[in-house]
């Protein structure tokens, strides 16, 4: 299975905590250059930036050839990177949380999760204690509306 990974669901599992979930869920990761850039950059957290110095071996860092598309350059870096990436290695799923995004990766025809969906087949595996690592995602900078938490602690109350 191959699995291409956008900056956000990487620096999220690191910040609660469960970065372990994704070589557990999928094996091995791919990442274009510019999410490890990202990563890596000053502004991100200190955990992150950490984490990221020595990366694991289930995380492949991966050079993509871009072309322009006018949609996909709204994007930033990363996101766009990642699309790209997931095209070219012709990936199963691609992990995005940013709405617009999603909404490129999709008119694409990529399959596509987030962190939620991460954490959802975490739980439903048995990983993780979800009300818990939903407390400590919510305590981040991370936004989804009450109700999309509150339905996926339902579906696993």
């Not at 905590?17 to 994704?22: H, M, P, S, V, Y």
């Not at 502004?43 to 289930?58: F, M, S």
């Not at 290695?89 to 999603?102: P, S, V």
């Not at 399959?111 to 954490?119: S, V």
Request: charged content about 20%; cysteine-free.
């Amino acid at each position: 299975m191959i699995i291409v990974s956008n900056t956000s669901p990487i620096n999220y599992l690191i910040l609660i905590g469960e970065i372990d979930l994704l070589p557990k869920l999928f094996g091995k990761i791919f990442i274009p250059q510019a999410v490890y850039i990202e990563l890596s950059d000053e502004e991100a957290p200190n955990l992150v930036k950490t984490w990221i110095t020595t990366p694991p071996n289930w995380l492949k860092i991966e050079p993509v050839s871009q072309a322009s598309d006018a949609i996909i350059d709204l994007l930033d870096p990363g996101e766009r990177a990642a699309i790209f990436l997931a095209q070219e290695l012709r990936a199963d799923l691609i992990l995005l949380d940013d709405m617009k995004a999603r909404r490129a990766a999709k008119e694409r025809g990529l399959n596509m999760t987030g962190i939620l969906g991460i954490l959802d087949q975490a739980a439903t595996m048995k990983l993780i204690n979800l009300p818990n690592v939903v407390q400590r995602l919510q305590s981040t900078s991370f936004w989804a509306s009450d109700s999309l938490f509150q339905r996926l602690l339902d579906k696993h109350a």
